[in-house]
């Protein structure tokens, strides 16, 4: 068990819905980073948080966004949603934003559009 | 051209086999090096970091980096049914993704070891 923890394990929604990822870092840890897992692309970062600001965009969708709370827990919304948006979401925490600290994955959700 | 290539697999071998399991990249901005196990329906777990070019060994594991070759390698010494999982490398070019967070992965090689 990483620390790291994710709600809900799995969603099924319709296309054109929108749906909320949640994540609870390790304790400690102010970095949290969101990945998509896929079977064509693989494990791709999309955007990171620390304490707060993001601090790196990836492949993010417009349609995706994220927030990290006060409380340091970080939500990923998906908006419009399309097929292809079908993956795993997880979710990584780490201590800082640069350095030698390792991430710290959490189980994942898995997201599935109908 | 992709950033990271691994060999989706999958690998089968007999158990107390040696794995070799390898990725090769074409961005010669990557300084460092990871190597990911993510059990099926779990999240990755790092086992391996290295830095440049050159080995590493943790028990069972040994890392290796030819930066000149863009081409690592992770070796499994007598693997066990418990080393059945998908193993995903990971590089950047700033320490564990630095400020950028961006770690790059390869899809990963799905490993079989047969008791």
């Known amino acids: 068990d990483s620390g790291v923890t994710q709600t809900p394990k799995h969603l099924i929604t319709a296309t054109g819905q929108r749906v909320t990822l949640r994540c609870s870092p390790r304790?400690?840890?102010?970095?949290v980073y969101w990945y998509q897992q896929s079977l064509d692309q693989g494990l791709q970062f999309l955007i990171q948080y620390y304490n707060g600001e993001e601090r790196a965009k990836g492949n993010i969708l417009e349609r995706f966004s994220a927030q990290q709370f006060p409380d340091l827990h970080s939500e990923l919304n998906l908006s419009s949603l399309e097929l292809g948006d079908s993956a795993l979401y997880f979710c990584a925490s780490s201590v800082d934003y640069q350095g030698t600290d390792t991430q710290y994955f959490g189980p994942g959700t898995r997201l599935t559009v109908l | 051209q992709k950033e990271v290539e691994q060999d989706p697999g999958p690998l089968s071998v007999p158990e107390g086999a040696i794995v070799s399991l390898n990725c090769t990249y074409s961005?010669?901005?990557?300084?460092?090096f990871m190597w990911y196990r993510q059990y099926s329906r779990k999240g990755p777990e790092l086992l391996m970091y290295t830095y440049s070019s050159g080995n590493k060994e943790d028990g069972r594991f040994t890392a290796q980096v030819d930066k000149s070759s863009k081409y690592i390698s992770l070796f499994i010494r007598d693997s066990q049914p418990s080393d059945s999982a998908t193993y995903l490398c990971?590089?950047?070019?700033?320490?564990?993704?630095?400020?950028?967070?961006?770690?790059?992965f390869g899809k990963g090689t799905k490993l079989s070891v047969k008791p």
């Open positions: 990971a590089m950047s070019a700033q320490a564990y993704g630095g400020s950028q967070g961006n770690l790059i």
């Open positions: 961005n010669s901005a990557f300084q460092y």
């Open positions: 304790s400690g840890d102010l970095s």
